[in-house]
């Protein structure tokens, strides 16, 4: 069974965005840089050839990862979900236990998660352990650093989706 991968519409806009610029744009200047490099004689010697390869082959890459998650994708209409519990979407603030700090986090998919941006994934320890919690429940996530424990203070929709 193909494992689903998780993600709003909008993070699966960007993910079509991202995959359309590599196909249409970014390979055909590989190519080029390619062929330019070619012209300048001796490819064993040439760093701007070498160069050129090794980004064809991240780019190549890119593009079979990017069409892989996006053929996984389940696009969720985080506009249309609850804010009873924690779901796919929701903003969370949470209660660290033990430093009595709060701390929002979005949940979204793996793709779109970013910390710093105040996103985790639902995939992620945290964001496993926070779903279909309600306001005044304990979630308690194992994380790479120990285990931490943390209040739902408030569950609001998400900006993001």
């Known amino acids: 069974m193909v494992e689903r991968i998780p993600m709003s519409k909008t993070g699966h806009i960007q993910l079509k965005e ?3 610029q590599l196909e249409k744009v970014e390979r055909h200047e590989i190519v080029k840089s390619i062929e330019v490099a070619r012209a300048h004689g001796d490819l064993k010697e040439n760093a701007e050839y070498h160069a050129a390869k090794e980004r064809q082959g991240m780019v190549e ?3 079979m990862e990017l069409k892989d998650k996006l053929g996984r994708a389940e696009v969720i209409d985080c506009t249309k979900v609850g804010t009873s519990r924690v779901v796919f979407g929701a903003v969370v603030t949470l209660m660290d236990m033990e430093t009595d ?4 986090y979005q949940l979204l998919g793996p793709e779109e998660s970013d910390v710093k941006k105040g996103s985790i ?4 320890p945290l964001g ?3 779903l279909g919690k309600e306001v005044g429940d304990e979630v308690v996530a194992r994380t790479p650093g ?3 424990e943390f209040e739902v203070m408030e569950i609001q929709a998400g900006p993001r989706c």
């Open 18 to 20: 991202e995959l359309e």
């Open 146 to 148: 120990g285990v931490r």
């Open 128 to 130: 496993h352990s926070m």
């Open 101 to 104: 700090e709060e701390v929002s």
């Open 61 to 63: 890459g890119r593009i």
């Open 121 to 124: 994934s639902v995939l992620a």
